[in-house]
Nanobody
Framework: QIQVVESGGDLVQPGGSLRISCLVS????????VGWFRQAPRKEREGVSC????????????SSADSAKGRFAISGDVAGNTVYLQMDSLKPEDSAIYYC?????????????????????WGQGTQVTVAS
């Protein structure tokens, strides 16, 4: 059974940092794709960052939305079945529910990697609030 569980959401001050985690089970991260998405109140869900493994830890593709570039970094611990999203220089507009999603194959291009329609399995989300 495939499970996707996010954790680490919190209340953070503007300019602060936070790392959220996505623990998966039921499959190997190697040869799969994990994406982070977020949804703020009254807004559509958007892709934030994703990482795609091509098998044997080869051909890793990483993609980030313009809003995340330079501030957010995605990384994965394949042996630990966990993908992280390190978020720095947080802004109030980063406040949202952050979702982790999984596709059980590599995604070779950066644009598709951030497309939520590519993903089959989703977690319940973790709340990130940036406020003073």
């Amino acid at each position: 059974q495939i499970q996707v569980v996010e954790s680490g959401g919190d209340l953070v001050q503007p300019g602060g940092s936070l790392r959220i985690s996505c623990l998966v089970s039921g499959f190997s991260l190697d040869d799969s794709t994990v994406g982070w998405f977020r949804q703020a109140p009254r807004k559509e869900r958007e892709g934030v960052s994703c990482i795609s493994y091509g098998g044997g830890h080869r051909d890793t593709v990483v993609s980030s939305a313009d809003s995340a570039k330079g501030r957010f970094a995605i990384s994965g611990d394949v042996a630990g079945n966990t993908v992280y999203l390190q978020m720095d220089s947080l802004k109030p507009e980063d406040s949202a529910i952050y979702y982790c999603a999984v596709f059980l194959a590599p995604i070779g291009d950066e644009e598709s990697c951030l497309d939520e329609d590519e993903y089959d399995y989703w977690g319940q989300g973790t709340q990130v609030t940036v406020a003073s």
